[in-house]
Nanobody, 122 residues
Protein backbone atom coordinates (compact mmCIF):
# COMPACT_ATOMS: atom_id res chain seq x y z
CA UNK A 1 0.00 0.00 0.00
CA UNK A 2 1.22 3.46 -0.86
CA UNK A 3 -0.11 6.94 -0.26
CA UNK A 4 1.72 9.58 -2.29
CA UNK A 5 1.22 13.25 -1.54
CA UNK A 6 1.80 16.13 -3.91
CA UNK A 7 1.03 19.82 -4.15
CA UNK A 8 3.00 21.17 -1.22
CA UNK A 9 5.45 24.03 -1.39
CA UNK A 10 5.91 27.67 -0.56
CA UNK A 11 3.06 30.15 -0.64
CA UNK A 12 2.47 33.63 0.72
CA UNK A 13 0.01 34.27 3.52
CA UNK A 14 -3.50 34.58 2.15
CA UNK A 15 -2.71 32.28 -0.74
CA UNK A 16 -3.95 28.82 -1.64
CA UNK A 17 -2.59 25.35 -2.23
CA UNK A 18 -4.24 22.11 -3.26
CA UNK A 19 -2.77 18.96 -1.81
CA UNK A 20 -3.38 15.60 -3.47
CA UNK A 21 -3.02 12.09 -2.10
CA UNK A 22 -3.00 9.17 -4.52
CA UNK A 23 -3.44 5.72 -3.06
CA UNK A 24 -2.40 2.37 -4.46
CA UNK A 25 -3.01 -1.07 -3.05
CA UNK A 26 -6.13 -0.01 -1.17
CA UNK A 27 -9.70 0.96 -2.00
CA UNK A 28 -10.66 4.42 -0.78
CA UNK A 29 -14.30 3.39 -0.36
CA UNK A 30 -13.24 1.14 2.51
CA UNK A 31 -11.29 3.74 4.48
CA UNK A 32 -11.39 7.12 6.09
CA UNK A 33 -8.78 9.20 4.29
CA UNK A 34 -7.43 12.37 5.70
CA UNK A 35 -4.62 14.68 6.57
CA UNK A 36 -2.39 15.23 9.55
CA UNK A 37 0.20 17.92 9.93
CA UNK A 38 3.19 18.47 12.16
CA UNK A 39 4.60 21.92 12.70
CA UNK A 40 8.16 22.43 13.98
CA UNK A 41 8.33 21.66 17.69
CA UNK A 42 4.72 20.52 17.87
CA UNK A 43 2.88 17.23 17.96
CA UNK A 44 1.27 15.83 14.85
CA UNK A 45 -2.42 16.77 14.64
CA UNK A 46 -5.27 15.51 12.54
CA UNK A 47 -6.82 18.37 10.61
CA UNK A 48 -9.33 16.85 8.23
CA UNK A 49 -10.71 13.58 6.96
CA UNK A 50 -13.39 12.15 4.69
CA UNK A 51 -15.24 8.89 5.06
CA UNK A 52 -14.87 6.81 1.91
CA UNK A 53 -18.29 5.25 2.35
CA UNK A 54 -20.60 8.17 3.07
CA UNK A 55 -18.33 11.16 2.29
CA UNK A 56 -18.88 12.68 5.72
CA UNK A 57 -16.14 15.09 6.62
CA UNK A 58 -14.32 16.41 9.66
CA UNK A 59 -12.31 19.60 10.13
CA UNK A 60 -10.22 20.65 13.06
CA UNK A 61 -11.28 24.06 14.35
CA UNK A 62 -8.18 25.91 13.17
CA UNK A 63 -8.82 24.99 9.52
CA UNK A 64 -12.61 25.01 9.47
CA UNK A 65 -13.93 27.41 6.83
CA UNK A 66 -10.53 27.66 5.11
CA UNK A 67 -9.75 24.07 4.09
CA UNK A 68 -11.94 21.72 2.06
CA UNK A 69 -11.40 18.00 1.76
CA UNK A 70 -12.75 15.91 -1.09
CA UNK A 71 -12.08 12.61 -2.74
CA UNK A 72 -12.47 10.91 -6.08
CA UNK A 73 -12.75 7.28 -5.12
CA UNK A 74 -12.70 6.12 -8.73
CA UNK A 75 -9.19 7.59 -8.92
CA UNK A 76 -8.24 6.61 -5.37
CA UNK A 77 -7.33 10.24 -4.84
CA UNK A 78 -8.08 12.65 -2.03
CA UNK A 79 -7.62 16.40 -2.11
CA UNK A 80 -7.19 19.12 0.45
CA UNK A 81 -7.94 22.59 -0.86
CA UNK A 82 -6.28 25.08 1.47
CA UNK A 83 -7.33 28.70 1.17
CA UNK A 84 -6.54 31.81 3.20
CA UNK A 85 -3.33 30.22 4.35
CA UNK A 86 -1.60 31.57 7.42
CA UNK A 87 2.02 31.31 8.58
CA UNK A 88 0.83 29.04 11.38
CA UNK A 89 -0.27 26.52 8.73
CA UNK A 90 3.41 25.87 8.02
CA UNK A 91 4.01 22.19 8.67
CA UNK A 92 4.75 18.83 7.14
CA UNK A 93 1.45 17.46 5.86
CA UNK A 94 0.76 13.73 5.84
CA UNK A 95 -1.94 11.79 4.06
CA UNK A 96 -3.31 8.89 6.05
CA UNK A 97 -5.79 6.04 5.72
CA UNK A 98 -7.47 4.66 8.78
CA UNK A 99 -10.58 3.96 10.78
CA UNK A 100 -12.14 6.64 12.95
CA UNK A 101 -11.62 6.23 16.67
CA UNK A 102 -12.27 9.04 19.12
CA UNK A 103 -12.29 11.56 16.30
CA UNK A 104 -9.68 11.82 13.60
CA UNK A 105 -6.89 12.42 16.11
CA UNK A 106 -7.89 9.18 17.79
CA UNK A 107 -8.18 7.26 14.54
CA UNK A 108 -6.54 3.90 13.97
CA UNK A 109 -4.18 4.83 11.14
CA UNK A 110 -3.03 1.89 9.05
CA UNK A 111 -1.24 3.67 6.24
CA UNK A 112 0.76 6.88 6.06
CA UNK A 113 2.19 8.91 3.25
CA UNK A 114 5.76 10.15 3.54
CA UNK A 115 4.70 13.72 4.12
CA UNK A 116 5.49 16.95 2.34
CA UNK A 117 6.36 20.43 3.50
CA UNK A 118 3.98 23.37 3.23
CA UNK A 119 5.54 26.72 4.04
CA UNK A 120 3.44 29.85 4.37
CA UNK A 121 5.45 33.06 4.39
CA UNK A 122 4.23 36.23 6.06
Amino acid sequence: VQLVESGGGLVQAGGSLRLSCVGSGLIFDDWTIGWFRQAPGKEREGISCINGNDASTYYEDSVKGRFTISSDNAKNTAYLQMDSLKPEDTAVYYCAAGVMGLGWNGAYIRHWGKGMLVTVSS
